[in-house]
T-cell receptor, first 113, second 113 residues
Framework: SQTIHQWPATLVQPVGSPLSLECTVEGTSNPNLYWYRQAAGRGLQLLFYSVGIGQISSEVPQNLSASRPQDRQFILSSKKLLLSDSGFYLC????????????FGNGTRLTVT | GQQVMQIPQYQHVQEGEDFTTYCNSSTTLSNIQWYKQRPGGHPVFLIQLVKSGEVKKQKRLTFQFGEAKKNSSLHITATQTTDVGTYFCAGRAGEAGSYQLTFGKGTKLSVIP
């Protein structure tokens, strides 16, 4: 079965500092990969998705970026964090078959101070 | 763009009472998915509805997809403390295999023992 590794679980970063969150997947090949953000008390916002190595689609313009250097590795980055970047960041996957449900990682709670 | 509205935002019930959350989309959906997020956890997929008027049951949970495929509901009979969490609907518009899922803001359920 597929496993999603996401770390760290919690992170406190000062405003203006860089960010790198990594998500790796086991147990599946060629998955579709997603980064979602959940602000406190709000729904899930899709930030990026990827259908293959080096292929990134951005859903919301912001100071975040994503990369997929390997088939089962998805990285979320920022050069300079803003206070508004605080939230719960979730990596998710779906198998290649379209319309499949999302499977989420355990997430990273980011607080920008 | 597509919007998915979910009500109520919060619901407090006595253990044993029933609970319902409603989801309405601004556009016709190809399918709708439901997720549950326990406090401090990540969303977990519950079910997917595809057909107009479809009704599915999982033990005490009943899921419905409207005839027009623009609304859905989740009903829990005789709530238990294990039902505590936030329930999200997520709608997929356009072709059934499109990558974009739009999440509602969720209904946070509290169960008073």
């Amino acid at each position: 079965s597929q496993t999603i590794h996401q770390w760290p679980a919690t992170l406190v970063q000062p405003v203006g500092s860089p960010l790198s969150l990594e998500c790796t997947v086991e147990g599946t090949s060629n998955p579709n990969l997603y980064w979602y953000r959940q602000a406190a008390g709000r729904g899930l916002q899709l930030l990026f998705y990827s259908v293959g190595i080096g292929q990134i689609s951005s859903e919301v313009p912001q100071n975040l970026s994503a990369s997929r250097p390997q088939d089962r590795q998805f990285i979320l980055s920022s050069k300079k964090l803003l206070l508004s970047d605080s939230g719960f960041y979730l990596c998710a996957i779906t198998p290649r078959a379209r319309g499949s449900p999302l499977h989420f990682g355990n997430g990273t709670r980011l607080t920008v101070t | 763009g597509q919007q998915v509205m979910q009500i109520p935002q919060y619901q407090h019930v006595q253990e044993g009472e029933d609970f319902t959350t409603y989801c309405n989309s601004s556009t016709t959906l190809s399918n709708i998915q439901w997720y549950k997020q326990r406090p401090g956890g990540h969303p977990v997929f519950l079910i997917q509805l595809v057909k107009s008027g479809e009704v599915k049951k999982q033990k005490r949970l009943t899921f419905q997809f409207g005839e027009a495929k623009k609304n859905s509901s989740l009903h829990i009979t005789a709530t238990q403390t294990t039902d505590v969490g936030t329930y999200f609907c997520a709608g997929r518009a356009g072709e059934a295999g499109s990558y974009q899922l739009t999440f509602g803001k969720g209904t946070k359920l509290s169960v008073i023992p």
